[in-house]
């Protein structure tokens, strides 16, 4: 069973950047999709960006800002976030599944971390 978990979030203003890490168990890390979603309290988990082998997918919202990457060599999955914007504010999920595909919704993946918090103050 893979088990993840997520660090470096923080409370930054506008505008600056942070880079959220997820280290994973198992040894088949680097065939699976990983991706990372973020929450707000009362509102549906939302789908921020998809990593598998070579290619990347983003969400509109984050598009250009955000950066998906991994280390296979340390089971590690990052997110590099520039140029944060208050309505970036949530806690944010790493997932891992071995489900073939571009998997952008959350019930698609089975294995998901235990959150961090970012905050984005104006």
């Known amino acids: 069973q893979v088990q993840l978990v997520e660090s470096g979030g923080g409370l930054v203003q506008a505008g600056d950047s942070l880079r959220l890490s997820c280290v994973a168990s198992?040894?088949?890390?680097?065939?699976?999709?990983m991706a990372w979603f973020r929450q707000v309290p009362g509102k549906e988990r939302e789908f921020v960006a998809h990593s598998r082998w070579r290619s990347t997918y983003y969400a509109d919202s984050v598009k250009g800002r955000f950066t998906i990457s991994r280390d296979n060599s340390k089971n590690t999955v990052y997110l590099q976030m520039n140029s944060l914007k208050p309505e970036d504010t949530a806690v944010y999920y790493c997932?891992?599944?071995?489900?073939?595909?571009?998997?952008?919704?959350?019930?698609?993946?089975?294995?998901w971390g235990q959150g961090t918090q970012v905050t984005v103050s104006s």
């Open positions: 198992g040894r088949t890390f680097s065939t699976y999709a």
């Open positions: 997932a891992a599944d071995n489900k073939i595909g571009v998997l952008t919704a959350a019930y698609e993946y089975n294995y």
